[in-house]
T-cell receptor, first 115, second 109 residues
Framework: TAGITQAPTSQILAAGRSMTLRCTQD?????MYWYRQDLGLGLRLIHY???????GKGEVPDGYSVSRANTDDFPLTLASAVPSQTSVYFC??????????????FGPGTRLTVL | GQNIDQPTEMTATEGAIVQINCTYQ??????LFWYQQHAGEAPTFLSY??LDGLEEKGRFSSFLSRSKGYSYLLLKELQMKDSASYLC??????????WGAGTKLIIKP
């Protein structure tokens, strides 16, 4: 079982360009999440989805958008990238959002550099 | 506000025992997770506590005191591969994980 996959592994992007980070899980988990991780800071939630067809804003949603057309895929789009969006991006999923089933499983991450 | 406090860095010797503390303040509480993260890799699940007390899982144990807003992760018989960051993350009333910055554990021979 692959678990969660993310693509690309890394990317260098010019400021002002758009980009979509892809995330796919094969565990049939209901909930999915996007985080960014910056040196010295904890993981910060960007957007989440409790179930297919619904999304919600996390702690740092500005400049990012998501969609959840089906259970497996949860792409993250940067409409017009800025240097402050340079970070490592992790996608995660959990069986549901409530109690012990909240255990989140992470993809390998995408390292994004915006110049 | 919500706040997680963990030591930034700890050093321990191979074969020894180390305790990583975490204090938290959250809006509501629905359990607490510990994750391990090796440099350049994704976080991986270690433990989940929702009731007070100690949960033991092999060389790793996790303790929770809800009244004190306190948890610790105990690692025994340390191995070089335990060098990693350890992330404390309580679940708040909205079932959102609140992540600490993590404790970087350095194991020396």
């Amino acid at each position: 079982t692959a678990g969660i996959t993310q693509a690309p592994t890394s990317q260098i992007l010019a400021a002002g360009r758009s980009m979509t980070l892809r995330c796919t899980q094969d565990m049939r988990h209901n909930a999915m999440y996007w985080y960014r991780q910056d040196l010295g800071l904890g993981l910060r939630l960007i957007h989440y989805s409790n179930t297919a067809g619904t999304t919600g804003k996390g702690e740092v949603p500005d400049g990012y958008s998501v969609s959840r057309a089906n259970t497996d895929d949860f792409p993250l789009t940067l409409a017009s990238a800025v240097p402050s969006q340079t970070s490592v991006y992790f996608c995660a999923s959990s069986e549901s959002s409530g109690g012990s089933t909240d255990t989140q499983y992470f993809g390998p991450g995408t390292r994004l550099t915006v110049l | 506000g919500q706040n997680i406090d963990q030591p930034t860095e700890m050093t321990a010797t191979e074969g020894a025992i180390v305790q990583i503390n975490c204090t938290y303040q959250t809006s509501g509480f629905n359990g607490l997770f510990w994750y391990q993260q090796h440099a350049g890799e994704a976080p991986t699940f270690l433990s989940y506590n929702v009731l007070d007390g100690l949960e033991e899982k092999g060389r790793f144990s996790s303790f929770l005191s809800r009244s004190k807003g306190y948890s610790y992760l105990l690692l025994k018989e340390l191995q070089m591969k335990d060098s990693a960051s350890y992330l404390c993350a309580p679940l708040d009333s909205n079932y959102q994980l609140i992540w600490g910055a993590g404790t970087k554990l350095i194991i020396k021979p």
